[in-house]
């Protein structure tokens, strides 16, 4: 099992709908987890962090963590042309940042 | 805030050649890190520096690949010599403290490197 997993896709959305990005993880990432957008040729953004259990809302975007079930996702509400973008999943364990390869969203407007 | 810095944004080189990169950080960031992206991938850890000590070096090819933080601010990344699989975009990042707590990390614009 990969560290930190994530469907590649590319997910479709149409404009205002609900996206939803999920990733799982090992073991050996267990502390914090983080949302980073990138959009092509472009550097990683930090969007959303989320260290325990639960939801987390800032804006349009909700994180919610689930150690338990070991993953962690990422709602989009309301979503925009301009939220088309990588969105990479990264777990941390002692300072340490392990990447997912990415799901690719795609808002269809 | 400035940002993280980098340089250059893109090189061309040729197979066997060699080539460096730049990296200046978040002022007050004292956790640097130097990743790999190739395309469709995510990035991946080369090396992590707190303040000028290296803490994790463990997936970095250091048979071709060089790095160092001397004054514990900006850093340099080289790679001798290149080869066609390095073919990439190295991207720094930085944090404010590393070590077991997981604070965010910022990136820089990143450096496209193309090997010929």
């Known amino acids: 099992q990969k560290e930190v997993e994530q469907n590649s896709g590319p997910l479709s959305v149409p404009e205002g709908a609900i996206a939803s990005l999920n990733c799982t993880y090992s073991?050996?990432?267990?502390?914090?987890f983080f949302w980073y957008r990138q959009y092509s040729g472009k550097s990683p953004e930090l969007i959303m962090s989320?260290?325990?259990?639960g939801d987390k809302e800032d804006g349009r975007f909700t994180a919610q963590l689930n150690k338990a079930s070991q993953y962690v996702s990422l709602l989009i509400r309301d979503s925009q042309p301009s939220d088309s973008a990588t969105y990479l999943c990264?777990?941390?364990?002692?300072?340490?940042?392990?990447f997912g390869q990415g799901t690719t969203l795609q808002v269809k407007p | 805030e400035a940002g993280v810095a980098q340089s250059p944004r893109y090189k061309i080189i040729e197979k066997r050649q060699s080539v460096a990169f730049w990296c200046n950080p978040i002022?007050?960031?004292?956790?640097l890190y130097w990743y790999q992206q190739i395309l469709g991938q995510g990035p991946k850890l080369l090396i992590q520096?707190?303040?000028?000590?290296?803490?994790?070096d463990s997936q970095l090819p250091k048979d071709r690949f060089s790095a160092e933080r001397l004054k514990g601010v900006d850093s340099t990344l080289k790679i001798q010599p290149a080869k066609l699989e390095d073919s990439a975009v190295y991207l720094c990042?930085?944090?404010?403290?590393?070590?077991?707590?997981?604070?965010?990390?910022?990136f820089g614009d990143g450096t496209r490197l193309s090997i010929l």
């Open positions: 002022s007050g960031h004292a956790t």
């Open positions: 990042a930085s944090s404010l403290v590393g070590g077991n707590s997981n604070q965010p990390q910022h």
């Open positions: 989320i260290y325990s259990n």
């Open positions: 073991d050996r990432v267990s502390q914090s």
């Open positions: 990264a777990g941390g364990n002692t300072g340490k940042l392990i």
């Open positions: 520096f707190q303040n000028n000590g290296v803490v994790d």
